[in-house]
């Protein structure tokens, strides 16, 4: 048998149970000698049985996966357990006036609250005085929340939330005529009615709008390099070209005059009596006196002669 076991375990196996059977049904032995005969016969038969089939290693993990009713296809295992999952989707606000998108986002469902967005982080007071660079959602409780970071209107945003505001700086301006440095200032942000053109030269004019196009600028201000904010004013100072800049002032400011022989206020290069004090570009034939013909008529009576005598109208000014 245990040969039968060897060359074939289940036919030695089959033998071995039918041995047991007849020496327990009829057999004359002992009983004793018949329990010894059983076990002896159950450990060949333990011996010749072939071993159960192993049991294939079992993917714990992706047993694991598939035995969790939560997990569904399509969905990341953390989508729930990421903030990013748990905000709710919102439009666009970006480059809106705050006043008008908080409105909007109201409207949509979300507490909205809203932050400075540069360094400075100052109190957002006046929703329409502000422009909307950054927002993030977010929820309190089940309420779904929008926060904007914004800027002061008209600024620039800052490359990130928190950072400082890049207001452009001033150009140098100085020799540039006002057509192309207005021109500049004007690519900068800064509205066209912000921009002033005044005299380089205390004593000097500035013709009318349009005349002085090709002027040079001599100064301005802000000064070059400085910050071009919201709200900024800019002066340029402005000469011909024949005249030039006041030097050695040129570039930093107007505290020169244009040469004036007879001191009269009006500049050699216009006066057309430059030798003259009593004529000059507004008076060409004189300053007029109360003494003068026509310039009493009428006068006479009252007081007699108070305001005659030839006294000049212009009595202690720079004219006389």
């Known amino acids: 048998m245990p040969v039968l076991g060897l060359v074939e375990p289940r036919l030695g196996g089959a033998v071995l149970i039918v041995a047991l059977v007849v020496l327990w049904w009829g057999n004359p032995w002992p009983k004793a000698g018949r329990i010894a005969a059983t076990v002896a016969a159950m450990g060949l038969l333990g011996a010749v049985l072939p071993d159960p089939p192993k049991e294939p290693a079992r993917n714990t993990v992706a047993d694991a996966k598939a035995a ?18 748990m905000r709710p989707p919102a439009a666009d606000y970006r480059s809106q006036n705050l006043d008008v998108a908080y409105g909007k986002a109201r409207k949509a469902g979300f507490l909205v609250t809203s932050h400075d967005a540069s360094e400075k982080d100052k109190f957002v007071r006046g929703r329409s005085l502000w422009t909307i660079c950054f927002q993030e959602t977010g929820r309190t409780g089940t309420r779904p929340t929008l926060d904007f970071g914004v800027v002061p209107k008209g600024a620039p945003c800052p490359k990130k939330d928190g950072e400082p505001i890049p ?10 005529t006002w057509r192309t440095a207005r021109a500049e200032v004007v690519a900068l942000g800064v ?22 196009d090709d002027w040079r600028v001599c100064a301005h201000d802000p000064a070059k390099d400085e910050k071009v904010t919201s709200g ?21 400011g107007t505290t020169a005059d244009l040469p004036d022989r007879d001191d009269d206020n009006d500049p050699d290069y216009r006066d057309p009596f430059p030798d003259d004090r009593d004529r000059n570009t507004t008076f060409p034939n004189g300053v007029p006196h109360l003494g003068d013909s026509g310039a009493s008529s009428g006068s006479s009576g009252g007081s007699g002669g108070s305001h005659g005598g030839g006294r000049s109208i212009c009595r202690h000014t720079r004219w006389c």
């Open 68 to 85: 969790d009713p939560r997990r569904s296809p399509g969905v990341r295992p953390d989508a729930t357990a990421t903030p990013a999952a």
């Open 232 to 252: 900024t004013r800019v002066t340029l100072y402005v000469s011909s070209r024949d005249n030039g800049c006041p030097e050695p002032h040129r570039g930093t």
């Open 191 to 212: 509205p066209a009615d912000h921009i002033e053109a005044r005299k380089a030269y205390r004593n000097d004019t500035l013709p009318d709008e349009g005349e002085y």
């Open 167 to 176: 207001w452009p700086t001033m150009p140098e301006l100085v020799w540039k």
